[in-house]
């Protein structure tokens, strides 16, 4: 089993993954707010530790990868009120289609995908855990985690405590102790129309809390790799290792992961459309799937990256690269070629040293450049089981790509020209290439190849 590093933004270290025997690597990536469809930004975390948890189960680890839902919030509250729908119906609809949308994407669910509105027993437990140890009091029907009570705040972000906002309604401040404070419980205010019982009267989680009660409950404490993306570094990570550790006396994850944001540059602020293709079910319709998995692969996890449709124009180009490698260049038989086993190394070395998609990604674009060029012995086993790992698995599977309208014209376009029809089948050679298809003719028959 390869040894696996990844940055852990807590040490501050490209860190060695721990795993026991059984290798078993349990990972918790914080998942949606559903106040929204969500956008490809959204989809980052979800594409990174989806593929994440292929690499390793590539890699003969254990994987056990659990991506929450938060269905109670603030903006969930707000979205629903100016919506002028019940809150948990909009939550309940959002939640569908956040499945939908990430289901499209075609790389399988999370091994868990747990509910906050699922969690509350756990929730309230983990709350009066808090209370009786002396981290957290209770205010007005609400409860406030006692941050200064908790050494070690701050650890994770390395923010002096002046510079520390929580980022909660200004009419909390007179119930807290320290401005530093953060709501584990809010007292049911007027208007909420969710609600549940607890100790402290009615009302429901502060959304810190959650995340440390969903994790605990699937994966324990002490797990491999908490992740999520870099703005919830503060407060949202930070407030939940200070409420596990403060209750648990353990840590809660070994290694903790963070994705850039996906901005929208001038690029895409020009383009007036990017309200639109910026959404995540927009974007796979336009660009397809594949495009938008190699678009959020194409820079390193860690870093920013610039959305645009330009961006993803190209990385549908690059796909289709490989797309042709699969339609155009016969299997070479023989023993793999020494370069082909060498760029399986490297791809895989790549992914190992802290998940650096970029340089695997070129890696295999070169070998299958290198493929084009000369017969390669071994080329379309390995590209495909390395295409697997990053979700492209798709690409090596051509026919199935041409949708089945287009199949259709072609095999008209065959009788045609089996008449000799010649105008009709130019005519539909003009409909193909309308849909997005160039015809090639080959001693094997016409064959479609997406149009660059
Ligand atoms: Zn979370």
Redesign the pocket.
């Known amino acids: 089993m390869r040894e696996v590093r990844i940055k852990d933004t807590l040490g501050g270290d490209v860190t060695a993954l721990e795993a026991g025997d059984p290798p078993q690597v349990g990972i918790y990536a ?1 998942g949606p707010t559903v106040y929204s469809r969500i956008h490809v930004g959204n989809a980052r975390p979800f594409v990174i530790f989806m593929l994440l948890r292929r690499f390793l189960a590539h890699q003969g680890y254990q994987p056990s990868l659990v991506i ?1 839902v ?1 269905d109670v919030n603030d903006k969930i509250y707000d979205a629903a009120r100016e919506l002028g729908v019940d809150s948990a119906a909009h939550a309940e609809e959002m939640t569908r289609l956040y499945l939908e949308d990430t289901e499209a994407l075609g790389l399988g669910r999370p091994d868990a995908e747990p509910l906050a509105t699922e969690t509350i027993p756990e929730i309230v437990a983990l709350i009066e855990t808090l209370i009786e140890a002396g981290h957290a009091y209770e205010s007005s029907g609400d409860v406030y985690f006692r941050v200064r009570s908790f050494v070690g705040y701050g650890k994770l972000s390395n923010r002096d405590p002046a510079e520390m906002d929580q980022g909660e309604e200004a009419g909390t401040a007179r119930l807290k102790e320290d401005p530093l404070d953060f709501a584990l419980w809010k007292a049911r205010k007027e208007g909420e129309d969710v609600a549940w019982p607890s100790p402290w009267g009615e009302g429901r989680p502060g959304w810190h809390i959650e ?1 440390s009660a969903m994790a605990e409950k699937l994966l324990g404490v002490d797990f491999a790799i908490h992740g ?1 993306g870099s703005d ?1 570094i503060f407060p ?1 990570h930070e407030n ?1 290792i200070a409420q596990t550790e403060a209750a648990r006396g353990r840590p809660l994850a070994r290694i903790w992961m963070h994705n850039g944001m996906v901005l929208t540059g001038p690029e895409a602020k020009m383009a007036k459309s990017v309200g639109n293709v910026f959404m995540l079910h927009e974007a796979i319709e336009r660009f397809g799937p594949e495009a938008v998995i190699g678009f959020l692969i194409s820079g390193h996890y860690r870093q920013p990256l610039s959305f645009g449709e330009q961006a993803l124009a190209q990385a549908r180009a690059s796909n289709e690269r490989v797309r042709d490698f699969f339609r155009e260049v016969e299997r070479a038989d023989g023993p793999d070629d020494p370069e082909v086993v060498e760029a399986r190394e490297e791809f895989l070395s790549a992914l190992a040293d802290d998940f650096n998609t970029p340089r695997a990604v070129a890696v295999l674009y070169d070998l299958v450049a290198e493929g084009h060029r000369r017969p390669l012995p071994g080329a379309h086993a390995v590209i495909e089981e390395l295409l697997e790992i990053i979700g492209l698995e798709s690409l090596a599977r051509v026919e199935e790509s041409v949708d089945r309208d287009s199949k259709l014209l072609l095999a008209e376009r065959e009788r045609a020209r089996a008449a000799r029809d010649f105008d009709l089948a130019d005519e539909i050679r003009d409909r193909l290439e309308e849909r997005g298809w160039l015809v090639r003719d080959t001693p094997d028959g016409a064959r479609l190849l997406r149009r660059p």
């Open positions: 914080c929450n938060t995340c999520g919830l949202h939940e």
